[in-house]
């Protein structure tokens, strides 16, 4: 599949740059100089999320356990399930209990 793209798609011509898709692994190197055969990796900070009475951290799970959700009023959310045909009535079931109590 990379191949078919590569051949297919690519080179894609922007202005005066060039994009094309290598087919090979390159290495990932975040603090040695890259070169041909490899590719810079930066990190990047989390962002801060905000939660209730403004406190704010970076990782979501933590946030919503020690401080709660930012708004506390209860809104309704429409759930659309995709699944697989044999997967429907284990689907169909999930549905109907989560029906009968609140998330």
Do not use: W
Not at 45 to 64: K, M, Q, S, W, Y
Request: glycine share 4%.
């Amino acid at each position: 599949m990379v191949q078919y793209v590569a051949d297919n798609v690519f080179p894609i011509q922007l202005g005066d740059l060039e994009v094309r898709v290598i087919t090979g692994p390159l290495q990932l190197v975040e603090q040695a100089k890259p070169t041909e055969k490899s590719f810079p990796v930066r990190r990047l900070a989390e962002p801060t999320v905000e939660f209730r009475e403004h406190h704010t951290l970076p990782d979501v799970r933590d946030g919503i356990t020690q401080y709660g959700t930012y708004d506390t009023d209860s809104h309704n959310i429409e759930i659309i399930p995709v699944c697989l045909n044999p997967m429907r009535h284990k689907m169909e079931e999930t549905n109907q209990s989560s029906k009968s109590r609140k998330i």
